[in-house]
């Protein structure tokens, strides 16, 4: 088909309400020689299809995406509650964010920290939650008897520590804006010989201090409405008692795990609310509950690419994404 070439340098298609049609075609049937400019459809590639030919290389055409605002909150693992008549492990690190602002096109990590093991001697920290530069601090571990460290663990929020004396003392050290110290813990010789463990650190409260007829509560956790309900996280673990004639500690508000007597088990921070585990009565201290990171952004900027297989749920106007293991989203 003879074509007749246009000899001038601009082609004006400005009052017609039509389309341009491009050739279009796979990579492997690009054009053999092309020139510097050259433009076309490529069915292969994604966002817009277009290439150009800069005179090296084709070179994709990407669409433009748009920063826009998130909010974000991103909560480490709980700590571990402490092996026998010990502390509560703290609660996760919880750092939360609003109307921050990510670019398009980029992609941003997500790392969602483990719970701390209290089958481990030592009882375990929790492990770090990440979502782009935010890292928040794991749980401190529960303190141990008779195996060291028996004072809580820093971390997120602090491990409640064993009772070694009269007075409460040797709780963990929150981190400053992530969490809280955890609660320190009592031992009493007469009338009836006990120990009893402090309450792991929460997000919200510290770790309450046991007393000479009961081990600490758990601090509470705090609430949050980014997935459109109220939900508290990041409680801390009760301590754990070593006479049963007397009161164990309660897992804080937000999924801390409760403390044990000796003729007890133990409760395991809930999964993916960085809640802490309560501490062992003669036994091993409870798990940490898993970490999580919760984005929530506008529908209409979503982009709909993620790794790591997060939940995808709307409220309103808002997508939100719930990661309960690690990955990425590309905004």
Same mark, same amino acid.
């Given at each position: ?14 009052s017609d309400t039509g389309a ?27 966002e817009t299809k277009l290439e ?14 748009? %920063? &826009?605002?998130?909010? &974000?909150?991103?909560?480490?693992? !709980?700590?571990?509650?402490? &092996? ?9 690190? =919880? ?25 481990a001697s030592p009882a375990t ?19 141990? /008897? ?20 009269? +007075? #409460? ?36 409260? %510290? ?5 000479? +007829?009961?081990? !600490? ?13 109220? /939900? ?65 952004? #506008?529908?209409?900027? =979503? ?15 808002? +997508? ?9 989203? +590309?905004?």
């Open positions: 088909m003879a074509l007749t070439k246009i000899t001038n340098d601009l082609l004006d298609l400005g341009l049609g491009l050739p279009k075609g796979t990579e492997a049937q690009r054009p053999s020689n092309p020139v510097e400019g050259t433009l076309r459809h490529n069915s292969e590639i994604d150009t030919f800069d005179g090296t290389d084709w070179r994709k055409i990407n669409k433009v995406t748009p %920063a &826009y605002e998130i909010d &974000y909150l991103v909560i480490a693992g !709980g700590g571990a509650g402490g &092996y026998g008549r010990a502390g509560g492990g703290g609660a996760g690190g =919880y750092t939360s964010v609003s109307a921050f602002t990510i670019t398009g096109g980029n992609t941003y990590n997500i790392t969602v920290g483990a719970g701390g093991s209290g089958s920290n929790g492990s770090t939650s990440v979502f782009n530069l935010t890292s928040t601090v794991g749980g401190g571990a529960g303190g141990n /008897i008779n195996v060291m460290p028996t004072s809580g663990q820093d971390g997120g929020s602090g491990g409640g520590g064993v009772g070694l004396t009269g +007075t #409460p003392n040797n709780g963990g050290l929150g981190t400053s804006g992530q969490g809280n110290n955890g609660g320190g813990g009592v031992y009493q010789s007469s009338p009836d010989t006990g120990r009893f463990g402090g309450g792991g650190g929460g997000a919200s409260t %510290a770790g309450v201090n046991a007393t000479v +007829t009961k081990a !600490g509560d758990g601090g509470d956790g705090l609430v949050s409405s980014i997935t459109g309900s109220s /939900i508290t996280r990041a409680g801390g673990g009760g301590g754990g008692n070593g006479n049963n004639s007397y009161d164990i500690g309660l897992g804080g508000s937000g999924g801390g795990g409760i403390g044990a007597k000796p003729s007890t088990s133990p409760g395991n921070g809930v999964a993916n609310t960085g809640s802490g585990g309560g501490g062992g009565g003669d036994i091993n201290g409870g798990n940490g509950g898993s970490g999580v990171v919760i984005l929530r952004m #506008p529908t209409a900027n =979503y982009s709909g690419t993620t790794t790591g297989t997060p939940t995808v749920t709307t409220d309103g106007t808002d +997508t939100i994404l719930t990661y309960t293991s690690s990955g990425t989203y +590309t905004a």
